[in-house]
T-cell receptor
Framework: EAQVTQNPRYLITVTGKKLTVTCSQN?????MSWYRQDPGLGLRQIYY???????DKGDVPEGYKVSRKEKRNFPLILESPSPNQTSLYFC????????????????FGPGTRLTVL | GESVGLHLPTLSVQEGDNSIINCAYS??????FIWYKQESGKGPQFIID?????DKRQGQRVTVLLNKTVKHLSLQIAATQPGDSAVYFC??????????????FGKGTHLIIQP
């Protein structure tokens, strides 16, 4: 089954304790992205990756890191989490970056609910 | 502020009726728009997209209309079913496919289907 998986789905941690949220897709997509979703703010992009070893900042990259060592995986790293990073996080992938109509569909993972105390 | 927004935070319709969800955008340079559906506890799901060179695009039970003159986007769902209950939000690509990446997402409209 074609899908984007994220782990963990739920995480409660404390300020300053490094954590990694994994994201994996089995669709051989080149483009992957991380978003956070907060009430009243909608989805905001954190980082994205056009392809292996190519990553770039989105709208709200502060406090986050990513890596893209292989095509299928795109982990999100919080080196020193803070309470303002409490949020719902989504990973997404797509075969091309918003190319011709009908080919820009992003597939989202199920989400990771992170609480930083 | 938000360049993409929704007129109503909650929309309640009777099962079987048609639903219309609206979205306003402010960036006239945007050339690509997407509607997503997000069910409770799940990630957003692509519904339909449209490029700015079109006014209308139809899918299965859904139609997206784009009015570039007033920068307005709408999603029409025909014969709504209980499974249509979800939050719907629009997104625009303000960069037209070039330059820095990033969709701008609206905050969402919660569609409630009454039996």
């Amino acid at each position: 089954e074609a899908q984007v998986t994220q782990n963990p789905r739920y995480l409660i941690t404390v300020t300053g304790k490094k954590l990694t949220v994994t994201c994996s897709q089995n669709m051989n997509h080149e483009y992957m992205s991380w978003y956070r979703q907060d009430p009243g703010l909608g989805l905001r992009q954190i980082y994205y990756s056009m392809n292996v070893e190519v990553t770039d900042k989105g709208d709200v990259p502060e406090g986050y890191k990513v890596s893209r060592k292989e095509k299928r995986n795109f982990p999100l790293i919080l080196e020193s989490p803070s309470p303002n990073q409490t949020s719902l996080y989504f990973c997404a992938s797509s075969p091309v970056r918003f190319g011709r109509q009908g080919e820009g569909e992003q597939f989202f993972g199920p989400g990771t609910r992170l609480t930083v105390l | 502020g938000e360049s993409v927004g929704l007129h109503l935070p909650t929309l309640s319709v009777q099962e079987g009726d048609n639903s219309i969800i609206n979205c306003a955008y402010s960036n006239s340079a945007s050339d690509y728009f997407i509607w997503y559906k997000q069910e409770s506890g799940k990630g957003p799901q692509f519904i339909i997209d449209i490029r700015s060179n079109m006014d209308k695009r139809q899918g299965q039970r859904v139609t997206v209309l784009l009015n570039k003159t007033v920068k307005h986007l709408s999603l029409q769902i025909a014969a709504t079913q209980p499974g249509d209950s979800a939050v719907y939000f629009c997104a625009e690509n303000p960069n037209g496919g070039g330059g820095a990446d990033g969709l701008t997402f609206g905050k969402g409209t919660h569609l409630i289907i009454q039996p």
